[in-house]
């Protein structure tokens, strides 16, 4: 299947139009208190990205999923890699995951918050549940499409388990280990960005939205949540998409598509 960007920019820039357009023509019909235009939402964003308080809040944000979002992915990984090599634990994984991934991870915050306190680590924590069982189940759905013939030619030419983990396994599962991180992403911004607001930290994106809506600052409310918007898609087209594309190269110049 041929990619065509152009017009993969060109839907997404569509999109873009669209939002910005509806909430222009609501913003007629509504005081500005209630819902500021887009050059008023804009004059504040200037105000606030020059504001080292709401510039410190994105960072701390970055910082707890950029220790909640790769361990889970980590963890996800390997465990998903070793149900491959042993059926029972792939069995077991399957039947925690289906219990606990219909448990939404913004859940655990009573839980966290009397157990550790208020501060970084249940968001941590929340974030890592989120985004550990896309990966694992990915993962796991991958090793399950591994080809037995090489499996059992790499068992006949005596290769140990961990050979069987590193030369076999993880090639084959490459594209699920990353689709599973793409999905794994949403799942851990999204958690991020509802912990902030409900487990009592006093910085980030989740928390200004919070506290700019108890104090009913709409301009303040519509800012964080285009920042928050804007911030993922940069990540996930940015960052994710472009190293899916370096790492399954291989798998476009065979003729297939990695997107």
């Not at 008023?40 to 606030?48: D, F, H, I, M, S």
Request: proline share 5%; charged share 10%.
């Amino acid at each position: 299947m041929t990619r065509r960007p152009w017009r993969d920019k060109l839907a997404y820039v569509a999109a873009i139009a669209t939002l910005l357009l509806i909430w222009q023509i609501a913003a007629l019909f509504l005081p500005s208190f209630l819902l500021p235009s887009i050059p008023q939402t804009a004059a504040r964003a200037v105000r606030l990205l020059g504001d080292p308080t709401f510039l410190g809040g994105i960072r701390d944000s970055f910082l707890r999923l950029g220790i909640g979002y790769p361990l889970a992915c980590l963890l996800g990984a390997a465990l998903g890699l070793a149900g491959g090599l042993f059926r029972p634990l792939a069995l077991y994984l399957r039947g925690l995951i289906s219990i606990l991934q219909s448990v939404p991870p913004i859940t655990w915050v009573p839980f966290l918050l009397i157990l550790l306190g208020f501060g970084n680590a249940p968001v941590i924590i929340v974030i890592t549940i989120a985004s550990f069982f896309p990966m694992a189940l990915a993962v796991l759905n991958g090793t399950e499409g591994v080809s037995r013939t090489h499996v059992e030619v790499a068992r006949v030419m005596g290769a140990s388990r961990w050979q069987l983990l590193t030369k076999v396994y993880a090639p084959e599962t490459l594209p699920a280990v990353i689709t599973g991180a793409q999905v794994a992403f949403g799942n851990a911004w999204r958690s991020l960005i509802a912990g902030e607001m409900v487990a009592g930290v006093s910085s980030g994106l989740g928390w200004s939205i919070s506290y700019a809506g108890e104090v009913a600052d709409m301009a303040g409310v519509l800012v964080g949540i285009v920042v928050v918007g804007a911030a993922a898609a940069a990540i996930d087209s940015l960052v994710l998409e472009q190293l899916k594309r370096r790492l399954l190269h291989w798998r476009n110049g065979a003729g297939g598509d990695a997107a």
